[in-house]
Every structure is written in C-alpha cells, then in structure tokens.
C-alpha cells in the first residue's frame, strides 16, 4: 500500500469475544459467600423443583422453603443495587413425601418465590411464562383422560434490587421487542444441547441476559445444571459464575464451555 493512501473506514462491528466462565463444583450455599457484595449484575436460575429427582436427596418442604431462603438471601446481597434476579420454575406436583399427602397435590410456587424475594429486598417486577413443545413432553404418553393438563409452560420471575427511588421511568430496558411479550414461545426449538434431565432452552437464557445486561456484565447461576446460563452468557460476552453440587453436571457444563469457546481456551480459568 502506497504511503498516505487512506483504508477504507467502514467497519464491521467487531465480535465478542467468549468471556470468562468459572464453573465451581460445590453446594450454593458455601460457594456464594465467597462473592463480594453487590458485584454481580443478573442472577439468573431455576432452582430445584422438589419433585424427586436424583440430585434432590432429602426432599422435605421444610429444606426446600430453607434453600429458597438462602438463595434469596444470597442473591441479594451479591447483586448490584437496582440489579436483577431472575428465577425460572415450574408449578409442581411435588413428591408425596414433601406434603405427606396421599393423594397428588398441585404447589403453585409462584407466592413462594414472591414472599421470599421481597422479603430480602427483591421486589417482584415482571412475570413472564415460556412455552414448551407439547409433543416433545408428552412424548405420546400423556392419556387424554388425565385429570392434569399437560405442564407445557413454566415461569419466569424477574426480582430487582431495591434502590431506594422509583424506577418506573427512564429505567434502561434492553430489547423492548423481547422484553414486553409475556409468553415467550420456544417450542419450536432443538435440543438444549445438555444431558441434564430439567435443562432449559439456550434462547431463555440468551433472552433474560440481553433484556438485563450489557456485555461485560457479571452473570451467576447457583444451581447451573448443565450450565445453559455460563455457556450464553460467555457466547454473549458477559462473564459468569456456574456453582453445581453434582460433579457429573459441572463436567458437562466444563465441557460444553470448552467445545463452545475453543477459539478462546485461554479465557477460561477452570
Ligand atoms: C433445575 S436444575 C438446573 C438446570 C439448569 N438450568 C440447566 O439448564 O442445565 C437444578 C440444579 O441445582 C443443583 N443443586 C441442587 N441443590 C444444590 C445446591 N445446594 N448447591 C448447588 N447446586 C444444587 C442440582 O444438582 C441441579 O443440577
């Protein structure tokens, strides 16, 4: 090139790179006060359910209500002010053993999560569903005469941070398309891409970080599964911290990190 030349100045925007994701293989409730106060941005996760499954070991609905409640606790202390947790779920019918009834009895979780949260100064700011594919759950099993419906959608809460001033106007809110439907439909979605049985979509996680962070935002999920939240949430260049007791997920999660992110292997810590 010949000096003084100018180079053409129109740019492609250039692309993320994959943030760092620390997977930490342990139980929430000793990993996350190890997290500074208010230094992270988005929490955002889908606690166990309680209906017994394998990673669920004592099931009574006294030591669900506790881990609610130092999760909330926890989650809100790590947030930044006027930062969001955010908690996927599903309405259940937990394992008998829990209400000690004889009969199957619906739990709406919904209150549960609502007086936790407020009662840790998270203050309930949007309630969304998200639909799943109907044949893909029922895989042909459900019986017509089934006195449940089909659990074809689950919940999202999204809790903020008490600032102390209201937030109803000039709030930041990424992605208005996204963020005002109140049904998200992922029905028509593929694979979770993860082994674990309550994996959620990817487009969930992708939607919850766009609306409510910017890149370079801190992200945590204490009960990371598989790891669906770290894998978007480093595609997307936010970093994140994955805490998962089981040692089977934290590898999975570990590994889809890696196989995701092999352009970057450095970024990656653990
Ligand atoms: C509903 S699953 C999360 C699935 C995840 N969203 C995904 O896409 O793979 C809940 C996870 O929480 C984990 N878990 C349960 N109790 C925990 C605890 N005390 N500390 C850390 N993880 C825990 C379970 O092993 C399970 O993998």
Redesign the pocket.
């Known amino acids: 090139m010949e000096q003084n030349q100018t180079t053409n100045t129109t740019q492609e925007p250039t692309p993320l790179s994959a943030a760092n994701c620390s997977v930490i293989c342990g139980?929430?409730?000793t990993v996350m006060p190890t997290i500074p106060d208010e230094s992270v941005t988005l929490v955002f996760t889908?606690?166990?359910?309680g209906v017994g499954m394998d990673?669920e070991t004592d099931i009574r609905l006294s030591v669900l209500f506790e881990?609610l409640n130092v999760f909330f606790r926890e989650a809100a202390r790590v947030t930044k002010r006027g930062g969001y947790v955010c908690v996927n779920f599903g309405d259940i019918i937990p394992a008998r053993e829990m209400l000690g009834t004889v009969e199957p009895c619906e739990m709406p979780m919904g209150w549960i999560y609502w007086s936790f949260g407020l009662g840790n100064g998270l203050v309930l700011q949007a309630q969304r569903v998200w639909k799943k594919n109907f044949a893909k759950i029922t895989n042909g099993k459900h019986a017509i005469s089934a006195p449940r419906p089909v659990p074809e959608a689950e919940h999202i809460y999204t809790f903020r941070k008490i600032t102390g001033k209201p937030q109803y106007s000039g709030q930041v809110i990424r992605n208005r398309q996204i963020s005002q439907r109140a049904i998200w439909d992922t029905s028509t979605e593929g694979s979770t891409g993860?082994t674990?049985p309550?994996?959620?979509p990817e487009s969930l996680a992708e939607r919850v970080i766009e609306i409510y962070t910017d890149a370079g935002d801190m992200v945590v999920d204490?009960?990371?599964?598989?790891?669906?939240?770290g894998v978007v949430a480093s595609r997307m260049g936010r970093p994140s911290i994955m805490?998962?007791?089981?040692a089977g997920?934290c590898d999975e999660a570990k590994a889809r990190l890696s196989s995701q992110n092999k352009d970057y292997p450095e970024q990656f810590s653990r």
Not at 46 to 49: C, G, K, N
């Open positions: 139980e929430f409730e889908s606690p166990p359910y990673y881990k993860s674990h309550a994996a959620f204490p009960f990371a599964g598989g790891g669906t939240v805490i998962e007791k089981e997920y």
